[in-house]
């Protein structure tokens, strides 16, 4: 049995969470591989609203497994925070969440590294969300890092009192910051660790290939997006892992031949969040209407989302190097009041027109725009394909030529049953 795969071919933000939630009722394990709670996955039904930030999407579906892999990064503090919300909702998951032994810990000193870090910056600031991703991922392959496995060891406090002065004489090189209240955020760090050993703590890898020898079918989460990919986004604008399909085999320990169906999640216009280039970004009226009707700020942190129209060239790209074998379009319910919808088909730069994305994007490329017009009704009615407006479909089957893969599903509002099928 093959492990199918959901990967956001954006700059994060694409709806992931939604359709997880969704698909996971076809499946028996949703499976986490990359990132921490840098990501936020909102999921709207029965008139509740939830942000995931760790935990997988598919937890609100009876009886599935939930497993948090090895690629993961943890932050006790907000794990616990997320479980005490799902406690408090009335879900029962918790004999149904799993943990990789091989994830490893945020520390509070790694959020206070991430922040010293930022601030030095200055105006080349990337955008982090100062949740310590990166100094944690750093901490990784410089082989110092501390995994929750690490937890049962006896020199546990030991090893993390280690690390963290090492953490604090790092960030002597840094312009001072406040660190008044570091003594009580371990206290906090270490209660909710004490409280996540009521867990189930697994092998991860051993878990999920046995799992799929036995028939068992998985779906694979990511977080963030494809440009956001440490090696193939858009560097140094850019997560710490690995947001593609390859992520998946070093997130979980699987191998590449074990991959199946991809499913790549696209908005229909364009969103990001902090620093880094955005050929399409509308800094104008338009932009402050995508803005306000797609509620775009961000789940994590609150900040508005830079806006813009539709990037074939990115897009392209995302689904070359993710391996995407079919589309689901979100937040198309948006574009609902707009005269004309613009979406960006290649790039002027060199003097010359390209569909490749340059090796070292900047926003002085020129987007080459197409238009089509808009449909101006609601779709809030819309339950089948065929229901669509005729301008809605020519845009979507606009886009799927354009890009050359089927696209198979279409979100036309935030709840869970705003989904339409397309074949």
Not at 22 to 34: C, E, M, N, S, W
């Amino acid at each position: 049995m093959a492990v199918d795969v959901i990967l956001g071919l954006q700059w994060g933000d694409e709806g992931k969470g939604k359709i997880v939630d969704h698909l996971a009722k076809k499946y028996d394990i949703v499976a986490r591989f990359q990132g921490g709670p840098n990501a936020g996955h909102t999921l709207k039904f029965d008139g509740k609203k939830f942000v995931l930030h760790t935990i997988p999407s598919g937890v609100f579906r009876p009886n599935l497994l939930n497993l948090i892999g090895n690629g993961v990064v943890i932050d006790p503090t907000i794990l616990k925070r997320e479980i005490d919300g799902l406690d408090q909702a009335g879900v029962i998951f918790k004999d149904r969440l799993l943990i990789s032994k091989k994830a490893h810990l945020i520390m509070p000193t790694h959020t206070l590294l991430d922040a010293a870090s930022e601030a030095a910056k200055g105006k080349a600031k990337i955008g982090s969300t100062l949740k310590g991703i990166g100094p944690t991922y750093m901490d990784k392959t410089g082989r110092n890092g501390l995994r929750i496995g690490d937890i049962f060891s006896s020199n546990f406090k030991a090893r993390y009192h280690a690390l963290r002065n090492k953490h604090l004489n790092l960030l002597r090189v840094y312009p001072p910051i406040d660190i008044a209240d570091l003594a009580e955020r371990e206290k906090v760090w270490f209660d909710s660790l004490e409280s996540l050993k009521s867990l189930q703590f697994v092998n991860g890898e051993y878990y999920i290939n046995q799992a799929i020898k036995d028939g068992k079918k998985v779906l694979a989460e990511g977080a963030q997006g494809a440009m956001l990919d440490v090696d193939f986004g858009t560097y140094p604008f850019v997560t710490s892992s690995s947001t593609l399909t390859a992520g998946v085999c070093i997130g979980l320990g699987i191998a590449p031949s074990k991959i199946g169906e991809v499913i790549g999640i696209t908005k229909a216009y364009c969103t990001r969040v902090g620093g880094g280039p955005f050929p399409t970004e509308l800094n104008d009226e338009v932009g402050e209407k995508l803005r306000r009707l797609g509620a775009e700020f961000g789940a994590t942190t609150g900040r508005p989302r830079r806006c813009g129209w539709m990037d074939l060239p990115a897009l392209k790209y995302a689904i070359m190097v993710g391996g995407i074998t079919q589309i689901c379009i979100t937040k198309i319910d948006i574009l609902d009041e707009f005269e004309e919808i613009r979406v960006a088909t290649h790039y002027e730069y060199d003097e010359e027109k390209h569909e490749e994305i340059p090796y070292d994007l900047v926003n002085t490329v020129e987007p080459i725009y197409k238009s089509y017009p808009g449909w101006n009704t609601s779709l809030d009615h819309v339950k089948e394909y065929d229901q669509f407006p005729k301008e809605a479909k020519e845009y979507i089957i606009a886009l799927e030529e354009l890009i050359g893969v089927p696209v198979t599903l279409i979100s036309t509002g935030p709840e869970r049953e705003k989904l339409v099928y397309k074949n």
